[in-house]
Every structure is written in C-alpha cells, then in structure tokens.
C-alpha cells in the first residue's frame, strides 16, 4: 500500500480556504490546518460588544472550518513577529494597510517552518488562492513571487486554481491528481458557491474571507494616527483591540480620546480604567471616556466638555464629571456640554 501523503493547510476562515482543503482531503491526503494570529484578525470582536451587531455570529471562522472539515487545526500567536511584516513590507502595501503579499509569503514561510521544525512529515503546503480574485497578492505574476521567496516553491499547492498555473511537486508526483483540481480566476464567487454546494457544505463565512482589519480604510486611519501620535511606528496587542471600540476623537496632537458609544463598549473600557485617565458623568446618564495621551488640565476640562457632549445631559447648562487620573485621584468637574458647532469634524480619527 502506498504511504500516504500529508499536506498542511492554511485555514482562514473563509470559504476558499475551506474549499481548497477539502478538494484535496477528497483525493486521499491527510490534511490539518493552521491558522496564525497576528492580532488583526478578530472575528466577532466588536459583534460580541455592541449592541447592534449581538445577533451576527461570533464563533471563531477557522475553528469552525475545521470542524465543518473535521481536521486538526493547529492556532499559532504570531503578533510579534508579524510586526516586521506589517511595518517593513517589502512589496509595500495595498489600498491601506493591509501589506497583502508580503502577509502571504510569511505565512506560507511560517506553514513551511512549522511542518518540518514539528518534524510531523508534512509533504506540501495548500491555500485557498484564486487567481485574479484579490489586486495585491493573488495575481497571476505574484503567486510565483509567493512561493519563491515563502520557500516552499512547488511543494505549495492552489488548489482551486492549479490548472491555471504550471504543475507542482504533488501534482508531478503523482500525489494529487490534477484533472480534480480546478481553474477558478476572477472576482466571480459563483464557481466557489456551486462547489460548496456540491460538498454539501450549507453555511460558511462570507466568501472572501476579509476578517483583516488592516483592509479597512478607518481602521486604518486610527493606526496611522496611532503612529503619528507615539512617534516610533510600533504597537501592542491592546493597541489594536481599542482601536475597534468607541469613538476616536483628537482634540490635539498631545491627547485623544476613546469615548464609548453604547453600554457594550463602555463595559469593555471598564477594563482599561487602571491604564487611561477616566472621565465619567455623575450627573446624567453617558458614556466612558479614556485619555490617551499627556492631556494638560486645561485638556481634562475639555476632554469633559465632549464627554458631556456624548451624555444625555448634552442639553443641560451644567454637566457633573468625575475625572479618575492614573494613581487613583478623583477629581470633580461641572462643565457646560460642548456645543455641536465646537466639536470639530476634524478631530474624528
């Protein structure tokens, strides 16, 4: 009998991911999956702390492809050395600051380094890649650049496009049979639905994938201002989760303020109180706020005028704040709310 072959794949969540591993499970290969967190991609985050978003579904995308699959998928925390890939791309970055290939080629790498440093006989490498489907990494002239400087070279396998690109070591080999694999390209989602239809496949995420924040023009807006703000171009995990809660308003170059805007938000700042100066009205029912930043006195004052602004005593002639600075002093402020005019469209990060 002959031995058979392994291949790891990488599990995004998405339906082409999905699709990709299954395509090759159906041929006899034995497949586990492998997912990185980088900390940009948090699935249901902002779905399980807003109200609005409590009846979207907040289960973790990869976990469940794995499930739907049945295969062993192996989670690996990547957050600090993605820093590099995110703040030195080689290949630079797409419509905002998402660093899409140089993100492909490092978790290619990373697959590759992982099967052998586990030393558990992983034979190839597949993704859910459709030509012509993304603008920056999942162009017919970038795939090779994935696979050479990823060095996986041929022993990476696109299942759902490989008649489009030239045989692999798998397909040479005589491992995989490449009349089953397929020639998906384009946008079109059509062909990915149909087969997951055939697979019986019912439900899956939205079909592509796209849990990253960094392809969101406001998200990243905040952590370029972010940057401006700190001066070194660096980061913390709990930098990238607050910067998908509250509102983001910069009064000034020196402070900023995170201001939450429904209770589900605020509950979530609550655990950020011991790290920010805190503003909160006494008065009237509001939101939380955190100061983010070296806010002068005369900055605090204003930091409660907005926060008045955002409570419901935002038509009262005085609002009571209480000011928690860092080490625990309170501080009791009556301020008149900031009028609409006043809060300017420019300070909104």
């Keep these: 009998m002959d031995e058979q072959h392994k291949a790891v794949a990488l599990i995004s969540g998405g339906l082409d991911s999905m699709l990709a591993a299954k395509v090759i499970m159906e041929q006899g290969i034995h497949v586990e999956g492998i997912n990185f967190f980088t ?19 907040k289960r973790n995308n990869a976990l469940w492809v794995a499930e739907q699959l049945g295969i062993k998928l192996h989670i690996i925390d990547v957050i600090d050395e993605y820093k590099d890939v995110l703040l030195n791309p080689k290949h630079g970055y797409g419509k905002h600051l998402n660093p899409c290939l140089d993100c492909k080629i490092f978790m290619v790498n990373k697959a590759l380094a992982w099967s052998f440093m586990e030393d558990n006989g992983f034979d190839f490498i597949i993704t859910g890649e459709v030509i012509g489907q993304r603008p920056m ?4 002239e970038t795939m090779p650049i994935i696979a050479r400087e990823s060095g996986a070279d041929d022993r990476l396998l696109r299942p759902l496009c490989a008649r489009n690109l030239p045989p692999t070591l798998p397909e040479r080999e005589g491992w995989i049979d490449r009349t089953k694999l397929y020639d998906f390209h384009g946008r079109n989602r059509k062909p990915q639905i149909e087969l997951a239809t055939k697979f019986g496949f019912t439900d ?3 079909p592509a994938g796209g849990c990253c924040f960094l392809t969101d023009e406001q998200y990243s807006a905040k952590l370029t201002d972010l940057w401006t703000a700190h001066g070194p171009r660096e980061y913390e995990l709990d930098d990238i989760m607050l910067l998908k809660v509250g509102r983001h308003i910069r009064p000034a170059a020196n402070f900023k303020l995170i201001i939450g805007r429904e209770d589900g938000e605020n509950r979530y700042l609550e655990g950020y109180r011991k790290q920010f100066t805190s503003l909160y009205s006494t008065s009237h029912n509001g939101p939380l706020c955190l ?3 070296n806010a002068s006195r005369d900055d605090v004052a204003l930091a409660a005028r907005i926060l008045a602004r955002y409570s419901q005593g935002r038509s009262a002639d005085l609002v009571s704040v209480c000011v928690q600075h860092l080490g625990g002093v309170d501080e009791q402020l009556s301020v008149a709310p900031l009028a609409p005019a006043d809060l300017l469209e420019e300070w909104h990060v």
Excluded: L, Y
């Design 137 to 140: 990494s999942q162009r017919k």
């Design 204 to 206: 899956w995420a939205q």
């Design 291 to 293: 100061i983010d930043g």
């Design 39 to 57: 900390g940009f991609c948090v699935e249901g985050h902002t779905h399980a702390i807003r109200q609005r978003d409590r009846a979207r579904p």
